[in-house]
């Protein structure tokens, strides 16, 4: 299916359902996995030329039933029960009729509710007995449904080692005996805490896209909000659930001025702000507003919160920089990273100079986990081109361009550069 296509979103949406039924109904997560992907492949084939059915989560549903009866080599009795399971599961009270919304054929009123299978699918793709990186790629595999080859970008490691680490957090599943129901409340907080980063990394991925030709992928973006909703509302006193719906919608909200007609970036100091969606801006800002006067301080509150005074000033030159800077000290210490060391040098650039902005970059540069990637050359090109250095800031562009793999990210950087100094000899 093409980009853009509105059954592409709708099997996004329904994946994790029907995989959790049949998770739900069977237990064994690799196999269901396979069933649910090779009828993903069907509708895949199907569905552009026949039309989206009156109940594709039923449909997906019946099919993957069969591929899953056909793996186990099941007799006919066996399909005869697969088939019933597939109708009966979806002609409960609530279930999908002819005409209903996608949501609804999803078994969701609404599009949302705390009692989707999607959030068990998620505790279950955090099983204590996967590592914490296996749980994320799982997850992103399994529920969000990014291929592996965007996981590996995620995780910054070969295509091949991601997919044998997925295959083996199957397989440890299984062996565990690993049932479909939420965690235990001694293993919340654990699990909690990678389903909220695996929806960090999602909403990430779809905000600023590692590959393809656009600059975002909204559906991931609203996925990732979707479920983010559904997490904080199942879990309404986790600060660090609220802080990160509020993040996301904060976030989301400036996507309309982030791209020009041309799929070309927009940095945020250039954002028509008017564009800027008001009412994601007024939900995130209570929300995090909530969040900081009645739970502990995380590192989710706090990115949330700085996000939020961004969204303050009408114009950029009316940013309240030396706020955003006390609240990077905060996050540094609380969870330091070298993502937040780079993120709190602009910040320091902004309010004590460019100078005092390259001297904390200067710390990052032996940094494993920045080796050969892209942000810290942009970065350093900014402040140099803050600092009037437009030779430096065009070398560190280019420099830039030539390790980013998104093409919209290349293309803005090279547009940078060539502003400074001319077309690159690239």
């Known amino acids: 299916m093409s980009s853009g296509d509105p059954a592409e979103g709708l099997l996004r949406e329904l994946t994790p359902q029907v995989l959790g039924a049949l998770v739900r109904r069977y237990g064994n997560f690799a196999a269901c996995e396979d069933a649910v992907q090779e009828a993903l492949i069907a509708a895949a084939a199907q569905w552009p030329r026949q039309g989206i059915p009156s109940r594709p989560a039923g449909w997906l549903l019946t099919v993957a039933s069969r591929r899953l009866a056909d793996q186990l080599r099941s007799d006919e009795a066996r399909r005869r029960r697969e088939e019933n399971f597939a109708r009966d ?39 204590p007995e996967l590592t914490p990186a296996s749980q994320i790629a799982l997850t992103l595999r399994a529920v969000a449904g990014l291929s592996t080859a965007e996981i590996a970008r995620a995780f910054l490691v070969p295509e091949a080692t991601m997919a044998q680490r997925i295959s083996r957090a199957k397989q440890r599943i299984a062996a565990a005996g690993a049932r479909f129901d939420p965690p235990p409340p001694g293993e919340l907080p654990r699990r909690l805490q990678v389903v909220l980063h695996v929806l960090y990394l999602m909403f990430n991925e779809g905000y600023a896209a590692t590959s393809g030709p656009a600059a975002v992928r909204p559906e991931l973006t609203g996925e990732a909000i979707r479920l983010a909703r559904i997490v904080h509302r199942s879990l309404p006193a986790e600060g660090e659930a609220a802080g990160l719906l509020a993040l996301m ?178």
């Open 249 to 426: 919608l904060l976030t989301e909200a400036r996507r309309p001025a982030r791209t020009r007609p041309d799929g070309a970036l927009v940095p945020l100091a250039e954002q028509d702000r008017s564009a800027w969606d008001r009412a994601l801006i007024k939900e995130g800002t209570a929300l995090v507003t909530a969040t900081l006067a009645a739970a502990p301080v995380g590192p989710y509150q706090l990115q949330a919160a700085i996000a939020a005074v961004h969204a303050e000033a009408a114009q950029a030159s009316q940013t309240d920089w030396r706020q955003i800077l006390a609240l990077y000290n905060l996050l540094s210490t609380l969870s330091p990273s070298p993502v937040v060391s780079l993120n709190r040098a602009v910040a320091v650039a902004m309010v004590r100079g460019p100078a005092a902005g390259l001297a904390e970059l200067a710390a990052l540069d032996g940094n494993d986990q920045l080796a050969g990637q892209h942000r810290l050359a942009a970065v350093r090109a900014h402040l140099l081109e803050l600092a009037g250095d437009a030779s430096g800031a065009a070398d560190q562009y280019r420099l830039a361009a030539r390790r980013v793999v998104s093409a919209p990210e290349r293309r803005h950087l090279l547009d940078r550069a060539a502003r400074l100094s001319g077309p690159s000899p690239d």
């Open 89 to 127: 599961g979806l002609d409960r009270p609530g279930a999908a009729q002819p005409g209903d919304s996608p949501a609804a054929a999803a078994g969701l009123p609404g599009g949302e509710t705390g009692g989707d299978d999607t959030l068990t699918l998620l505790f279950l793709c955090c099983h």
